[in-house]
């Protein structure tokens, strides 16, 4: 059973910077973010896995994934952050390829307990 623990979110105004941090207890295949704001769904931020790496739109140039697999790790640098970005933000990772969304996730994936990002205007 895998194990992530995430690290690294905090309060910042529109235009900081964050890094997140998700280390795992594993090896992963494909590892990413997702996040969740108060009432709303819980959508994929970025993913990547050894062949392909992907941003939602509203994030792409502002965010970027990174991961040491050497150490089981993956990083989410999020640059000139918005309001909008605040939410609860989850690592998530699968220990096998195919589709790495939140159906997927929730039925043969691991997640983390989430950390807490909070952009003020």
């Known amino acids: 059973q895998m194990q992530l623990v995430e690290s690294g979110g905090g309060s910042v105004q529109a235009g900081g910077s964050l890094r997140l941090t998700c280390v795992a207890s594993?090896?992963?295949?494909?590892v990413g973010w997702f996040r969740q704001a108060p009432g709303k769904a819980r959508d994929r931020v970025a993913v990547t896995d050894p062949f392909t790496t992907d941003y939602a739109d509203s994030v792409k140039g502002r965010f970027t994934i990174s991961q040491d697999r050497a150490k089981y790790t993956v990083y989410l640098q999020m640059n000139n952050l918005k309001p909008e970005d605040t939410g609860t933000y989850y690592c998530a990772a699968r220990d096998s390829g195919g589709a790495f969304d939140l159906q997927n996730i929730m039925h043969s994936g691991y997640w983390g307990q989430g950390t807490q990002v909070t952009v003020s205007s």
């Open positions: 594993q090896y992963f295949y494909s």
